[in-house]
């Protein structure tokens, strides 16, 4: 009889899962306006100073073409070839301006939702990004940092969702929002979560992702909606 209460009571947890939605914010251009730079030097000398995450994507994926790379990440492999290329100002959080409509949102934590900060930046900026987010009033205890290195959100955000699978065969999470100023991400996240065959078995009937795409008109900051 203890044995099947025990059983019961953990089926019971297993039932009432806390944790239904997850936020996963992007950090730059979606929490704060950063200057970083990316200064670059080809094999041939040729310098360049990428100042948005524009021009860096746009050299980035115009060296790759070049190079005849089709990595999603391009840099490593860019190295290797000869380029140097340098991330510092990556490693810190420099002269940010918070976007607040944003991070309004953010420091309000729902209970039934998990917060991520899920950046392309190397993995030594997480600390000056967890203290950032406590120097503008956001408890970063409550929130979880993953750095991808510049490899996929879409794989690391599918990765999410299988983690915890309840009896009935289908995943804890039924809600996503994404923060992101990049469309490369907001495509590569869409074509994972939305057209995934491996996913679908697992999605609650009621999933929902939605994205949040902060885009910058002037000074001023809008988010725009995209659903599956
Ligand atoms: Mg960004």
Not at 68 to 76: E, S, T, V
Not at 135 to 149: K, L
Not at 167 to 190: A, H, T
């Amino acid at each position: 009889m203890k044995l099947l209460m025990e059983n019961w009571r953990q089926f019971i947890n297993e039932m009432e899962e806390p944790i239904t939605t997850l936020r996963i914010f992007d950090f730059d251009e979606t929490i704060a306006h950063t200057q970083s730079e990316t200064r670059v030097t080809a094999p041939d000398g040729s310098t360049d100073v990428l100042r948005n995450q524009k021009e860096f994507e746009q050299y980035m994926n115009t060296a790759a073409e070049r190079e005849g790379i089709n990595a999603f990440d391009p840099i490593d492999q860019l190295v290797e070839l000869g380029y140097k290329i340098d991330l510092s100002d990556f490693s810190i959080v420099k002269d940010p301006s918070e976007i607040t409509l944003v991070t309004d949102i953010m420091r309000n934590f729902p209970g039934d939702s998990k917060t991520y900060i899920v950046t392309a930046r190397r993995g030594n900026s997480i600390g000056p990004i967890l203290e950032y987010l406590d120097e503008i009033g956001i408890d970063s205890n409550q929130v979880r940092p993953i750095a991808t290195e510049g490899e996929s959100k879409g794989d690391t955000i599918a990765n999410m969702i299988a983690q915890k699978i309840m009896p009935d065969g289908k995943s804890n999470i039924r809600r996503i929002e994404y923060y992101e100023d990049s469309q490369r991400n907001i495509d590569d996240v869409l074509q994972k979560i939305c057209q995934n065959e491996n996913l679908d078995r697992i999605k609650p009937d009621d999933f929902e992702l939605i994205v949040y795409k902060v885009s910058r008109i002037d000074s001023d900051y809008n988010l725009e909606e995209i659903t599956c």
